[in-house]
């Protein structure tokens, strides 16, 4: 289903004087070169299809910031190029100082491509950021915007001028729900405060305990630890050492003795020998002041088996407390200070609670009052808006449509917080109430959700209704209409001509269309033609007024066979415009 207008809900909150000048399109698609000005008022766009009118469209969509494809790109081109010139108001606070705006894209066929505006390159973000308020586009199927029930109630708020009051309420709600959560968790810290600090008690307990001596404290008792489980095995050793140097027969010492008198003997013989049998005998009380230093080491060996499991039971303790507790004995010491400044700084939770409550109950009144003055306002709001909608449907063919705006509020139950409830009603950020727009088209039949029952042409003209009553502002919004002639014909299309002729009269609205009824009411149009030259597919762009324009208003009747009757039939219907 193809509808007229997407309603921008964000340009109804931020409107902005913009007005589009100049577009600009080179090898995009089967666009070669298109330059179009634009003006205010109402401009039609018109020719056959597949001339190329939607690429025109997808070129601003460009431009307004969607995705870019390097399947874009004309046949042969290397880059495709769309600008635009856009007119604001001077002082604009969303701009700079000028009173233009350029956005330039180039689509690049290797998909690296360039977005500027005013001549400085630009992210895709800053552009989304800067257009989003510039144009409002339909298409095919955009009349979705209207259908989606949660954007109802921001429509219902910019009508009645609740922007403001919806913005305290927004800033009210977003303000008490920090402090909830801060209410929630110095509760549950109170419900764990006492487990929490007899852990802490227990854990210092447990750690000065075992007054650990120094930070060394483990390893030097592993080192006395290994020495006791192997006293008996350095003694075995120490002592048959000594035996084999000094005690036993045969010893070493007992040999050099033996070595000494033989080289004694041998001296006589040869004085040199002497020498010799002097270095031996200087060995053998070596081996003996040896032997004396081991049986001092060996006198000093501990047999002590209490002693060695004392040692292991108090490593185990030490260890059990690393693993606990910071993973050396000097993380244990560190984790003991930290102990000590958390029982010291201990608050008192009982009095932050109340704190918090008083400032709650406070933000609370203050919301739950907001919320309930918006409610109030908006069901005054509700009907007015609703009488309007149905006044402007009646100008637009549709007689006897009632319309309705039904305010609904989310009733509060034993698991809702109670400081986001007003008058036994849910608050959320935009107030108690959530908002349907109800329509009966046709005498006799009930009021149903718009979504359930409007046709393509009864949302084409419900979409004309809603921006007719939005057009008092003095802004200059451009607004393009795709398909405006999607579910209309007749007289229908005829009242939708004038409803977008009225409207042009507080926007800039650009509108394509296949119906002369509708173009016919267009302050200036454009004729898209699509012809072949030098075997490539050449789309152009031209103004028509007077005799050219007759002619195009005939096709638009009549199809490519031109009579001289639907030639006055095209002059007789601009004459009466």
């Known amino acids: 289903m193809r509808c007229l207008v997407y309603i921008s809900f964000i340009i109804f909150f931020f409107q902005i004087s913009i007005m589009l000048q100049e577009l600009s399109i080179k090898n995009f698609a089967i666009i070669d070169d298109l330059h179009i000005l634009f003006s205010e008022g109402l401009t039609i766009i018109s020719g056959e299809t597949g001339a190329g009118k939607s690429i025109i469209i997808n070129a601003v969509n460009l431009l307004l910031g969607s995705r870019a494809s390097a399947k874009l790109v004309r046949t042969g081109a290397k880059n495709a190029e769309i600008e635009a010139l856009f007119k604001i108001a001077p002082g604009d606070p969303n701009l700079d100082s000028s009173d233009q705006l350029s956005i330039r894209r180039i689509i690049a066929g290797n ?4 977005i500027y505006i005013n001549g ?8 989304v950021s800067i257009t989003e308020n510039l144009a409002s586009i339909s298409g095919q199927y955009a009349h979705q915007g209207l259908l989606k029930e949660d954007q109802h109630l921001l429509m219902l708020d910019q009508f009645g001028g609740l922007a403001h009051l919806r913005g305290e309420v927004t800033q009210s709600y977003h303000g008490i729900i920090p402090l909830i959560e801060k209410l929630d968790i110095l509760k549950s810290q109170k419900a764990r405060q006492t487990e929490h600090l007899a852990l802490l008690e227990f854990q210092k307990k447990e750690i000065t305990d075992a007054a650990i001596k120094t930070p060394k404290e483990d390893e030097e008792l592993e080192k006395e630890r290994i020495k006791l489980k192997n006293s008996e095995l350095i003694h075995q050793i120490i002592y048959g050492s000594i035996e084999e140097l000094y005690s036993s027969r045969g010893a070493v010492v007992e040999k050099l003795v033996e070595i000494k008198k033989n080289m004694d003997r041998a001296s006589a013989i040869d004085p040199v020998i002497s020498d010799y049998a002097e270095n031996i005998s200087g060995f053998a009380f ?25 040692i292991e039971e108090r490593l ?11 993973g050396t004995l000097d993380g244990i010491g560190s984790y003991l200070r930290e102990i000590d400044e958390e029982l010291s700084g201990v608050e008192n939770i009982a009095e932050r609670i109340d704190a918090a409550g008083t400032e709650i109950d406070r933000m609370h ?29 009646s100008t637009l063919k549709m007689d006897g449509t009632r319309f309705e705006i039904s305010l609904k509020t989310i009733k509060a139950d034993e698991k809702t917080e109670p400081f986001l409830v007003a008058e036994n009603s849910l608050i959320s950020e935009t107030g108690i109430d959530h908002a349907r727009f109800l329509i009966a088209p046709n005498v006799g039949e009930k009021l149903k959700p718009l979504a359930q029952i409007a046709s393509g042409g009864e949302l084409s003209r419900m979409i004309l209704a809603v921006k007719a009553i939005f057009a008092a502002s003095k802004s200059v ?3 393009i209409f795709d398909e405006v002639d999607s579910g209309v014909g007749g007289d229908v299309a005829e009242v939708v001509g004038k409803k977008l002729h009225l409207l042009a009269r507080h926007h800039q609205i650009i509108c394509i269309t296949h119906l002369p009824q509708i173009a016919r009411f267009g302050d200036h149009h454009f004729k898209i033609s699509k012809d072949v030259e030098n075997g490539r597919t050449i789309t152009s762009i031209s103004p028509v007024s007077n005799e050219e324009r007759i002619k195009e208003m005939a096709r638009m009747m009549g199809g490519e066979k031109i009579t001289r009757a639907t030639l006055d039939h095209a002059k007789e219907m601009l004459d009466c415009t």
Not at 287 to 306: P, S, T, V, W
Not at 316 to 326: A, I, M, V
Not at 369 to 380: C, E, N, P, Y
């Open 286 to 310: 070596k081996i003996e002041d040896l032997a004396e230093d081991l049986r001092g080491y060996l006198n000093n060996i501990i047999i002590d088996d209490l002693r060695l499991e004392n």
């Open 477 to 479: 919004e451009t607004i």
């Open 111 to 114: 998909n690296r491509h360039r």
């Open 120 to 127: 400085h390159i630009a992210t895709i973000q800053t552009l």
């Open 365 to 393: 009144k203050r919301l739950a009052d907001l919320a309930v003055i918006l409610s109030g306002k908006r069901k005054t709001a509700a009907k007015h808006m609703a009488q309007k909608i149905e006044k402007e449907l």
């Open 316 to 326: 185990y303790t030490l260890e059990k407390l690393k693993r606990k507790y910071g």
